[in-house]
């Protein structure tokens, strides 16, 4: 099973809507997105699609999941106004969306929920997922444990050494952790094993994707469960200021939390969408994740988008000192709103993220997961050059507590 990028399709990056493909074509986003999967899976995908659409127009199913948000979850999250941070940086009044305060500490369990109630739909009870760091394994084993399925992830040896407390939450929460020993043992072997899984199982398995990666549906289905980030976020900032943000700023992994607070946004041309990637430690192949600088097109889970990859279309290696950015594909609907330059996409280093974990700490109280640090690094930087009246809302995707070890060695402090 290729997850590698070789298998080019014929549409060419860059080209927009109108091109070569039908304009609204289901499950593309301009020429990115759609099904590079086996023949096995196409039924599988079509079945969760069907259902999703289904789910979509039912007024019960749509209260369940509001009330697992609600009672569960722990929804609607706060938007704070960082006072102090606005103060110290002189500029533009900061709001900070708090996804940090949802169950298990980040945006993920959005997601969770939603697939988890459409498995149940869908009359399985088998669910696997891939996980590098465990944070969407632990969300996964999470949902799972709640609605009383089967659960298997699986996770390359080397982040399992890296990862043992997570591993151990996860199996605490009765999912079974299958060590992957293949390639570099991270995630994109993990990766392949879950799809191999996957084809083997399809009747009765269902594959949690924890992004919005992977074939059609789940790019458009992943964005849909966190699109209430920013219907959330639209009418608290226009309860607290009475107007609409200048700029919107979240993190970009697979591109989950950034597309479930921009999504709301995205009619409002005056509102600036940024995306940060991670810059790592360096601009060279292997020392970043940042996709828009330094990616091309490629085939990587199933979808069509910009992927890190060697001259022959092998995934490259990828560095963050934030594992949840630490992928080598991004969103395939991202691609497309970087090329329409709806959004704009810049990275933050390992360095900067570090920074802004500590300053953001001292100034408001609260310690944010390394990956939003990065998006509040970005903050840090453009705050002060924009107007006194202007307002930015930066998406807190978790918290930090999952990252003490990796603050612990790498910041010295008095
Ligand atoms: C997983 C994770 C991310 C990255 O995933 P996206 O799909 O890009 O949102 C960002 N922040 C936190 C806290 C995470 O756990």
């Known amino acids: 099973m290729a997850t590698a990028s070789v298998n080019k399709p014929r549409i060419r990056a860059g080209e927009r809507n109108g091109g070569s493909l039908p304009a609204r074509q289901p499950g593309r986003f301009g020429p990115y997105g759609g099904r590079y999967v086996p023949e096995t899976l196409m039924a599988a995908l079509e079945e969760l699609e069907r259902e999703y659409e289904k789910a979509n127009r039912d007024k019960k199913f749509q ?42 500490g980040a945006h993920k369990i959005n997601n969770c929920l939603g697939q988890a109630l459409l498995v149940e739909r869908m009359g399985k009870r088998r669910v696997i997922a891939e996980t590098g760091a465990g944070q969407h394994g632990v969300a996964t084993a999470t949902v799972c444990a709640l609605f009383g399925f089967d659960c298997v992830v699986y996770m390359g040896s080397e982040d399992m050494r890296r990862q043992e407390l997570n591993v151990f939450r996860m199996r605490l929460l009765g999912a079974e952790v299958r060590a992957v020993d293949s390639g570099s043992r991270t995630l994109k072997d993990a990766i392949n094993e879950a799809m191999r899984d996957w084809v083997t199982h399809v009747r009765t398995t269902h594959y949690l994707l924890g992004s919005v990666l992977g ?81 091309s097109p490629g085939v990587l889970q199933g979808t069509y988008s910009y992927v890190l990859q060697d001259a022959a279309g092998q995934i490259a290696n990828t560095h963050s000192v934030s594992a949840g950015l630490d992928y080598p594909s991004i969103g395939p609907e991202h691609a497309a709103l970087r090329d329409s330059g709806r959004a704009e996409y810049v990275s933050a280093s390992d360095a900067d993220a570090l920074a802004a974990t500590a300053r953001l700490a001292r100034t408001e109280g609260i310690i944010p997961a390394l990956e939003s640090a990065h998006a509040v690094a970005e903050v840090m930087k453009r705050a002060p050059k924009m107007k006194k009246s202007d307002a930015i809302v930066v998406n807190i995707s978790g918290r930090g507590d999952k990252d003490i070890g990796i603050l612990r060695e790498n910041l010295k402090l008095e």
């Open 63 to 104: 209260q369940r999941l509001d009330e697992l948000l609600r009672t569960y979850a722990g929804r609607p999250t706060p938007l704070t106004f960082a006072r102090r941070l606005t103060e110290k940086l002189g500029g533009a009044k900061i709001y900070l969306k708090r996804e940090d305060l949802l169950h298990t």
């Open 215 to 295: 074939a059609h549906p789940y790019p458009t289905m992943v964005r849909d469960f966190h699109r209430v980030i920013g219907r959330e976020a639209r009418a608290q900032m226009m309860k607290a200021a009475k107007k609409l943000p200048a700029a919107v700023i979240a993190c970009v992994g697979g591109g989950s939390n950034a597309i479930g607070i921009f999504y709301e946004f995205i009619k409002d041309k005056n509102v600036q969408l940024i995306g940060v990637e991670a810059g790592g430690r360096s601009d060279a192949l292997g020392d970043h994740a940042a996709r828009f600088h330094g990616g």
